[in-house]
């Protein structure tokens, strides 16, 4: 064949095909999987147990079946599931109120100013520490506690408010308590993510009230809305420590969920079998709800709406009038107040005398000093305040290390299709696996190899609890990546670093994000470290709730304990509250 083109001739040759075509596969390089490397060994901390405890459940005398599962024809059994349920109904009402406050502070932008750092607060704070607080407000004695001192006031007697059936007002308020700002927070974020012109545009036309709500908010913020439901159910079907601190211990049983049922069970020496079912049972419900929930978030494309071109400032939202900016403030400081209120009566408690706090409420302002202070410093809480420091910290750090690299990998390693889908797959179902799951024969390794009462090995363990959400955040972020930065990079003469370093540069909110909320979940971490490692460790979660058993008596010393144990985490969450919403939401910055 012949070419000739501005007086060059070219000939070419081509030689005559022998044998049939064979189909060719562009060549992988096998580089990239070692990033991944790290992360399948520290989640092989999860995936052997949880493969042990599903043998030992469908494993019975006469080979494999589901004869343990019988355990669910049990009274308590059944108790427990109708309650783990109800906590689920418990989180639809708390989704709902959140997005009605957070489309408040939307209308009302001043609400913001002093409602955002109020509602931050309590997610902050560990369960022990919500339970030990309402539990404070709500003791049945009118002397002492709030709730009841102003119900005697004004109707002359009062309900034992951790009585029998009204225990569960305790438990929700203090649930509430804990995840509102949470979800006000990511509502709120979705809200500022409208665009302003659709808003203008709409208002132009007369769409207000109701049919704004259902032709703009609901529909844009149904993201938002699957991704909140999920966390918070998720947390509340795994809901524990906040029974064990809330509930007197002769109505626990009232109270049980799946995971009390499962812990009761291991502790009274019940066949391991039967225990490993009730694990299983947990882990079907957690999953189901968690696959469904990513399931639709995967129809409704779940990333929040990503501003690639900034505003024009002068094109932003309109003033509202001084009166109404008034107006917002004081409802703003009002909410504001009531939320901070169970805070405030921690503090004050934690002022008195163990003494005092023992027989009057936070308003005596008899016995006051730091003497409660000095009486949990006397159980140890300096120790485990050091001890939970450095879990946490090894903890983040080993996450990061390890997810950061593994997100990149899933999101630009090149992973056959069938591969990611996998990978991200098994990421899933760890996320929400409850730690009943593996928490049994991980703690049986780690005692025949005298690592018990540990810290490196309780923060290995909190690091793979924590890596699959981290990684399915970051790789949420990576993937968001512009192309045009992702072409740019893959141009350079070092392809893979360049894109990491470029991604981890841009995408800082997320790497926050995982950051703060593993050095904060591990810092208030109670169930891993009581059902794995044991009290060796002493972290401050079970010296809280060590001395919490005798409440009533020690509930000075329990407040100073739980004010310490919150400072860290608070100061934390204040700093990098922006951020973190940022980075759960997007997950990158435009």
């Known amino acids: 064949m012949g070419l000739q083109t501005n007086g060059l001739s070219l ?11 064979v189909p060719g596969k562009p060549r992988r390089p096998a580089g990239p999987y070692l990033l991944g490397l790290p992360a399948l060994l520290l989640s092989c901390l999860l995936l052997i147990p949880i493969g042990v405890t599903v043998v030992a459940a469908f494993r019975t005398p006469g080979g494999f079946g589901f004869g343990n599962f019988a355990v669910m024809t049990d009274q308590g059994a059944l108790r427990a599931v109708g309650n783990s349920l109800l906590w689920v109904l418990v989180t639809f009402g708390i989704v709902v109120v959140g997005f009605f406050l957070a489309l408040l502070s939307y209308r009302l ?27 404070l407000l709500f003791d049945p004695t009118p002397e002492r506690g709030t709730v009841t001192a102003v119900w005697t006031r004004l109707f002359g007697s009062s309900p034992v408010w951790l009585g029998p059936g009204l225990f569960w007002l305790v438990l929700v308020s203090a649930f509430g308590w804990t995840w509102l700002g949470y979800v006000v927070s990511l509502f709120r974020a979705g809200l500022d993510a409208i665009p302003d012109d659709v808003s203008r545009a709409l208002t132009a036309e007369g769409v207000r009230g109701w049919r704004r709500l259902r032709a703009l908010e609901i529909p844009l913020l149904r993201p938002i809305a699957g991704v909140v439901t999920l966390t918070v159910v998720i947390a509340a079907v795994r809901v524990f420590d906040l029974i064990l601190i809330v509930v ?7 109270a049980d969920v799946l995971g009390l049922n499962w812990w009761r069970a291991t502790t009274s020496g019940d066949d391991p079998g039967r225990t490993a079912a009730l694990g299983v049972v947990l882990f079907a419900i957690v999953a189901a709800v968690g696959l469904i929930g990513v399931r639709g978030l995967r129809r409704r494309r779940w990333a929040m709406p990503v501003t690639v071109v900034r505003p024009d400032p002068s094109l932003g939202r309109s003033k509202p009038r001084r009166s109404v900016r008034r107006f917002g403030w004081l409802i703003g400081l009002a909410v504001a107040l009531v939320w901070i209120f169970p805070a405030v009566v ?48 090894a903890a983040t750090a080993v996450l990061l290390v390890i997810a950061v690299p593994t997100a990149y990998l899933v999101a630009w390693g090149g992973l056959p299709l069938r591969v990611g889908r996998t990978v991200m797959a098994v990421f899933v179902v760890l996320a929400v696996t409850p730690v009943q799951m593996y928490a049994a024969p991980l703690r049986d390794v780690i005692d025949a190899a005298g690592l018990a009462g540990s ?59 995982v950051a703060v909320l593993e050095f904060a979940l591990v810092w208030n971490d109670f169930i891993v470290g009581f059902l794995v490692s044991g009290p060796g460790t002493t972290p401050l979660s079970l010296v809280l709730w060590g001395e919490a058993r005798q409440f009533s008596a020690s509930s000075g010393p329990v407040a100073a304990a739980a004010v310490v144990a919150s400072i860290v985490p608070v100061v934390l969450m204040l700093t990098f509250w922006r951020t973190v919403v940022r980075g759960l939401t997007t997950g990158s910055r435009p």
């Open 109 to 135: 932008p001043a609400v913001t100013t002093f409602l955002q750092p109020a509602l931050v607060i309590p997610f902050a704070v560990s369960v022990l520490v919500s339970g030990a607080t309402f539990r």
């Open 455 to 513: 810290r490196i090995a309780l923060a290995l363990v909190h690091a793979a609890a924590g890596l699959p959400f981290a990684v399915l955040l970051l790789r949420s972020a990576f993937a968001s990546a512009p192309p045009a930065l992702v072409s740019e990079a893959l141009q350079g003469p070092v392809r893979q670093s360049a894109v990491l370093a470029t991604v981890q540069r841009t995408y800082r909110p997320a790497l926050i994000a």
């Open 248 to 254: 007197p211990g002769s109505m626990q049983r009232s």
């Open 11 to 21: 000939e070419i040759v081509g030689r005559e095909i022998t044998g049939r075509p």
């Open 346 to 393: 921690l503090v004050i408690t934690a002022l008195h005398s163990p003494e005092e706090a023992g027989v009057r409420g936070w308003w005596s302002a008899s016995g006051l000093g730091f003497s409660s202070f000095a009486a949990a410093a006397n159980v140890g809480l300096f120790r485990a305040l050091l001890s939970t420091l450095i879990i946490a910290s």
